[in-house]
């Protein structure tokens, strides 16, 4: 019996101390998605973004254009043209759109291939401004995203968002 008595004992005495040790654990959350808007390197990547490739997209435009060109033409032209000047300037016109919907395909592929380079960059400054804000208020945990409820009190999201630079 004793022996019995000895086991809720210390069954009781660990369970005690499991509680006084959650009770002085420090929980922070932030709200990734709200970072991902709200930082100011969202921006200056949007923007850095847009000038690595609006000479593509204006090459694209300009082909563009220069198809509506042609299928203007043959549309107005289309009783006047020879034969062989309309198949011409079908064909023309064919190989633009299938050079542009080629151009405009890698244009997507490597406009996304360098939207996740940057993501993955501000994803490696967001954690690091995570890990200072929780090292400097002594967070022994910080939750991202996939919770399901997280109070007020616990949010660290607009101390992140300081940390990389928003005012």
């Known amino acids: 019996m004793s022996k019995l008595l000895k086991s809720l004992v210390l069954t009781a005495f660990a369970a005690f101390t499991l509680n006084v040790s959650a009770a002085e654990l420090k929980v922070g959350y932030v709200q990734v998605d709200k970072i991902l808007q709200e930082a100011p390197q969202t921006a200056e990547s949007g923007k850095k973004l847009e000038k690595e490739f609006s000479p593509r997209t204006q090459e694209l435009d300009r082909l563009q254009k220069q198809i509506k060109d042609i299928e203007t033409s043959l549309d107005k032209d289309s009783l006047t043209l020879s034969e062989t000047d309309r198949r011409n300037k079908e064909r023309d016109a064919s190989n633009l759109k299938i050079e542009f919907q080629r ?65």
């Open 103 to 167: 151009k405009q395909r890698e244009l997507r592929e490597d406009v996304n291939m360098r939207k996740n380079e940057e993501l993955g960059a501000l994803q490696d400054r967001i954690n690091k401004a995570v890990t200072s804000v929780s090292e400097a208020e002594g967070y022994d945990l910080v939750v991202y995203g996939g919770v399901a409820y997280a109070s007020k009190k616990i949010d660290i999201t607009d101390k992140v968002l300081k940390a990389l630079g928003k005012k």
